[in-house]
């Protein structure tokens, strides 16, 4: 993970809405956190990152 993210992540979380709208996700895994993301939580990149994994081996709760 980049220092950058880090910091961010530290900081704050993101709302389903701004990883949407973030140039950082693409294609099916944009679709895959359109699904897993509830609209009134945040969540760190890092965050993310996992439940698109837990997606793809099929482990999402």
Same mark, same amino acid.
Not at 28 to 53: F, G, H, P, R
């Given at each position: 993970?980049a %220092?950058? @993210?880090?910091? *961010?992540? =530290?900081?704050? &979380?993101? /709302?389903?809405?701004?990883?949407?709208e973030s140039?950082?996700?693409? &294609?099916?895994d944009k679709?895959v956190?359109?699904? *897993?993301? @509830?609209?009134?939580k /945040?969540? +760190?990149?890092? @965050?993310?990152k %996992?439940? =698109?994994?837990?997606?793809? +081996? &099929? %482990? *999402?709760?």
């Amino acid at each position: 993970m980049a %220092k950058d @993210e880090q910091a *961010v992540e =530290i900081v704050s &979380g993101f /709302t389903k809405a701004q990883f949407m709208e973030s140039r950082q996700w693409q &294609g099916i895994d944009k679709d895959v956190l359109s699904v *897993v993301l @509830e609209d009134d939580k /945040t969540y +760190t990149i890092a @965050e993310a990152k %996992k439940l =698109i994994n837990q997606f793809n +081996t &099929g %482990k *999402v709760l």
